[in-house]
């Protein structure tokens, strides 16, 4: 298969002088489509930073940063409202927190990447979705009426609806309990396998990487070691 993600020496700083932190140094490294890949580390090893730099969330540094390539589509070449479009279009966040609308649906919270795009919902797929998250008889219900582990079933729902080239799940069981925390790690197994999606998974726990394919350990902004899980 493949490299669906390619990304190239890239480099993010913060600060000056004294107070330079380097978040990730000179890291390379590609993703094929399909892969379940899970990158783990201690908190502030600049994991997180990476994945917000591969989701066009954050950016490398101006000079010498380097490049992350998505679909052939380098997107440092992009300015910020093409940029934006491509996340919009390629690319599927789950943040710790849901981040869902409050006055939208369960089922209004999973179409919204597609309504925003004036796209037809593909009502099939939408009802096979809500089904495989355990969402049926949710569905009209509102945010605030729904668990954490619900919650954070919608947002794997929104992300994966539109079909993006990739999934980037920040910690997405740090604010659940260990049982919720187990469900949306099988859930982004079963998405990874049913709908072949390509997941990158931030996380600081060994547990939930050894559910991957493929766990890169990171420390100090770069790869310590890269390997297949067990």
């Known amino acids: 298969m493949s490299n669906i993600l390619e990304v190239k020496n890239l480099t993010k700083t913060y600060g000056k002088g004294d107070s330079l932190v380097t978040a990730v140094d000179n890291v390379s490294l ?38 992350i390539v998505i679909e052939g589509q380098n997107i440092e070449k992009l300015n910020d409202n093409k940029l934006a479009l491509f996340r ?41 979705l809500i089904d495989s998250l355990g969402l049926k008889d949710r569905e009209n219900h509102l945010p605030n009426q729904l668990s954490g582990g619900q919650q954070q079933r919608v947002a794997i729902g929104r992300a994966l609806f539109n079909r993006p080239a990739l999934i980037l799940a920040d910690e997405p069981t740090g604010n659940l ?8 790690v099988k859930l982004l197994k079963l998405a990874n396998e049913k709908y072949h999606q390509t ?32």
């Open 30 to 67: 590609s993703v094929k489509e399909g892969e379940f890949v899970a990158i783990i580390g201690a908190s502030g090893s600049g994991k997180s930073t990476l994945l917000h730099m591969i989701g066009g969330v954050d950016r490398p540094d101006a000079k010498k940063g380097g490049e």
């Open 88 to 128: 919009r279009q390629k690319i599927g966040i789950i943040y710790q927190f849901y981040n869902l609308i409050p006055v939208l649906t369960v089922r209004e919270n999973i179409t919204l990447p597609v309504d925003l795009e004036k796209k037809e919902v593909d009502e099939e797929y939408l009802e096979q």
């Open 177 to 184: 309990d260990s049982k919720s925390g187990a469900e949306i």
């Open 199 to 230: 997941i990158i998974l931030v996380t600081h726990d060994l547990e939930i990487a050894k559910q991957a394919d493929r766990i890169i350990t990171f420390g100090d902004g770069k790869i310590i070691s890269d390997k297949k899980a067990k």
